[in-house]
């Protein structure tokens, strides 16, 4: 009778430590294809560094990986198998080592990547007319027009092929023909800064889901600690 309340109480525990795992898993997958989803979509203005990229695969493949290792665990409990339960914990621990390399890699990226980023961006400028590279000139208007900037760090990058006679014309906050440096509707606030506050807030949530993801890992092997005396008492 204990052995069996012992059982159920164990299970609940670990049903309730499922549909956490659960919402981590959709929280990182969500956050991941958002992180994805953004960088590819001004790829063309980052393309110098592809940390972002892999940072946002690596987080998918942790997410996947603690959700295959939960279902394992499920198993395992549910027939309470001494063996499965051992596999589950080790399989825990190697889950619990990835979302910690995670979550340092996303607190790490920020500064590192920032000299790359900004390279990347102004290096793009001398393409944006390029009659065949029509994405460049898509991502630079895009970027202007959404952050309300102008060039990478302000409308004196433009200078390197405008000679600081005009400007393109996401430049300007009016449709009016011909953005100058000269007119008041310039935008003087150079994309850099916005764009990495927006790419580095991703990241950062990104890193706190991994972050609290890991700590909730070492439930997950208390658990798998109690399963498994249960599963030796069972086999006597």
């Not at 309470?80 to 589950?88: A, D, E, N």
């Not at 914990?89 to 790359?116: P, Y």
């Not at 060039?151 to 393109?168: M, Q």
Request: glycine share 6%; net charge neutral.
């Amino acid at each position: 009778m204990i052995m069996t309340n012992n059982r159920s109480t164990l299970r609940y525990f670990y049903y309730a430590f499922i549909l956490v795992i659960l919402g981590f898993f959709f929280g990182t997958a969500y956050v991941a294809v958002d992180l994805l989803s953004f960088y590819i979509k001004y790829i063309q203005l980052l393309y110098g560094s592809v940390t972002a990229l892999l940072l946002g695969g690596f987080a998918i493949f942790a997410a996947v990986l603690s959700l295959v290792v939960a279902t394992f665990g499920c198993i395992g409990i549910q027939r309470l198998s001494g063996q499965t339960i051992v596999l589950y914990s080790i399989a825990l621990i190697i889950s619990m080592f990835v979302n910690t390399g995670l979550t340092i890699a996303s607190f790490s990226l920020e500064n590192s990547e920032r000299s790359a980023h900004l390279r990347s961006m102004s290096s793009t400028i001398v393409l944006y007319d390029e009659l065949f590279i029509n994405d460049v000139r898509n991502a630079w208007d895009s970027v202007q027009n959404t952050y309300n900037c102008c060039g990478a760090t302000g409308p004196s990058d433009w200078d390197i092929i405008y000679y600081s006679e005009k400007l393109p014309q996401s430049c300007c906050t009016s449709n009016f023909a011909n953005c100058k440096p000269s007119s008041v509707y310039v935008k003087f606030n150079g994309c850099f800064e916005p764009l990495m506050e927006h790419l580095e807030s991703k990241i950062h949530t990104m890193a706190a889901i991994s972050l609290a993801f890991t700590i909730f890992h070492i439930p997950g092997l208390a658990i798998a600690y109690f399963a498994n005396r249960l599963a030796r008492k069972n086999a006597l």
